[in-house]
């Protein structure tokens, strides 16, 4: 599997997004968000998940790409364990 293939984890593609994304607007979300996950405030993952995804809506690339289906993927599988 290449590393194009490989699924992400939240944390691992927020912090692609502080590290890589162009938009320095963006990036201050996702370091924000990273900031909030470790506080380890109740529905933070979750909740920042949705932030940055949204954030990186104009956001194009590859590594872009791979982000946005891993926080996607994320968020789809953590609403279906909801009862």
Request: proline share 2%; net charge positive.
């Given at each position: 599997?290449?590393?194009?293939?490989?699924?992400?984890?939240?944390?691992?593609?927020?912090?692609?997004?502080?590290?890589?994304?162009?938009?320095?607007?963006?990036?201050?979300?996702?370091?924000?968000?990273?900031?909030?996950?470790?506080?380890?405030?109740?529905?933070?993952?979750?909740?920042?998940?949705?932030?940055?995804?949204?954030?990186?809506?104009?956001?194009?690339?590859d590594?872009?790409?791979?982000v946005?289906?891993?926080?996607?993927?994320?968020?789809?599988?953590?609403a279906?364990?909801?009862?």
């Open positions: 599997m290449s590393d194009k293939e490989r699924k992400l984890g939240v944390v691992e593609a927020i912090s692609v997004v502080r590290d890589q994304c162009p938009s320095g607007a963006v990036r201050r979300v996702a370091e924000q968000a990273l900031e909030d996950i470790k506080s380890r405030r109740s529905g933070a993952l979750r909740e920042q998940a949705f932030n940055v995804l949204s954030a990186i809506k104009g956001w194009r690339s590594r872009a790409t791979l946005h289906v891993s926080l996607k993927e994320f968020l789809e599988q953590d279906a364990r909801k009862p």
